[in-house]
């Protein structure tokens, strides 16, 4: 009873840092999209197991693996298996996050652009699907204006991740992401109000269940590793951080839920209104919410204020998650190779802005990087693919064969229930991190590259 008290403070600022990470962009940037391709409420089903039962799962052995070391990925496979390959993973990890950092920050550039073009008033007169279409086809081919909001996330994230201000950003999201999650459930009640909002409702809520096929499968569990930030050591290492009385398997069941409510909220606003706009199709792919928020807030009172507040909100959500990616690659840099975080930062914040230049690109019509030879397909969707999906989908499996074989799945429950508390479902953990998650991860992993 004593410490529980104390250990309450630790825990509540875990759960705000790793919510911080899992929310951003992934739940409403990618949730609404890949919904949008791969058949609605079926892939919502499909998605709410993935991250219950996957995600979950190795969300605890990643945490667990962090808290049990103490380090950054590289060194806590070290650590626990020394003179061993198996720190090749903390550096996949650490490249991955490197890669991503490059074409989410473009993504992340395109909300500051948004929040703006909200407060000029571009959403506050009445907008039809070729008008919203056009502005972000303009938009995203400006390459002068993308690389100003680029550099200007990256910045940003580097500035934080070099001062350090852990204090600040922590106390800063604790008041911005119940408030975004406030403006989510505003616009949810406002949108499913809205005049024809019964069929984007039902496309979004009511499963065909016959729908469900391997690619939603896929899709879907791919969709909840990168939401929950999975598979290349970000929680791992701020799992590092975690005092030793908390009871991780509760932490994890909040952070995995929080990050949930806020993706399904994100599709609550997005599919009442998407068919209630005529000539709209839910298969827009990655352009969807940047087509879709601004009809929201051009059909409600204060939708200029409401849209600059969003958008606005929607860059400090992504502004963490960049955060947590741009950890990783400083913390080992940190700690292996003894760089000082400044310079660490700074170094790596400038790769991952070189890297990131063909993702702009990839919007311009007619660019070698829009449409790329051989594999047909532009090269953010491309970095998304091999980063965002492969990368994560084979990390996540490899840190599971290792928690569950090579450090052991029972040295993992023995950290987990280091507080003393007793975890119920020991023995189903068990038996998803050795066989299941294992089975699946490898499975889809063989389909995605064949
Ligand atoms: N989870 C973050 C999001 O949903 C993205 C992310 C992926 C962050 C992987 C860190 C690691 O936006």
Known sequence: ????????????????????????????????????????????????LAAFLIGLVVFLAEVSMGRRTKKNPVGAFKQLKPNSPWFLVGILGVFTAVMILSYYGVIAGWTVGYAFKALKGDFSQKLTESMVQNMFAGFSSNIGLNL???????????????????????????????????????????????EGAAKGLSFYLKPDFSKINSKVILFAITQAFFSLSLGMGTIMTYGSYISDEDFLPSSALWVVS???????????VIFPTLFTIPGMSPQQGPALVFIVLPVVFSKIPGGAFFGFLFF?????????????????????????????????????????????????????KGSYFSKLPLVKEDFLTLMDFLWGNLSLIFGGLLITIFVAYVWGADSAVKEITKNGRKFKF????????????????????????V
């Open 1 to 48: 009873m004593e410490n529980k008290r104390g250990g309450w403070g630790s825990k509540i600022a875990f759960i705000f840092a790793a919510a911080g990470s899992a929310v951003g962009l992934g739940n409403i940037w990618r949730f609404p999209y890949q919904t949008g391709m791969n058949g609605g409420a079926a892939f919502v089903f499909v998605y709410l």
């Open 148 to 194: 100003i909001l680029f550099s200007v996330f990256i910045l940003m994230t580097v500035l934080v991740v070099s001062f350090g201000i852990k204090g600040g950003i922590e106390k800063l999201t604790k008041v911005l992401m119940p408030l975004l999650f406030l403006i989510l459930i505003y616009l949810a009640a406002k949108a499913v109000l809205f």
């Open 258 to 268: 929080l990050d949930t409510v806020v993706a399904i909220m994100a599709g609550l």
């Open 312 to 364: 606005l909100l929607l860059v400090i959500a992504a502004l963490t998650s960049t955060i947590s990616l741009l950890e990783v690659p400083v913390a080992y840099l940190i700690d292996e190779k003894k760089w000082r975080r400044k310079k660490a930062a700074l170094v790596v914040g400038m790769l991952a802005f070189m890297a990131g230049i063909p993702s702009i690109l990839a919007n311009v």
């Open 426 to 449: 020991a023995g189903i953990w068990k038996l998803f991190i050795k066989y299941i998650v294992p089975a699946i991860l490898f499975v889809i992993l063989l389909s995605r590259i």
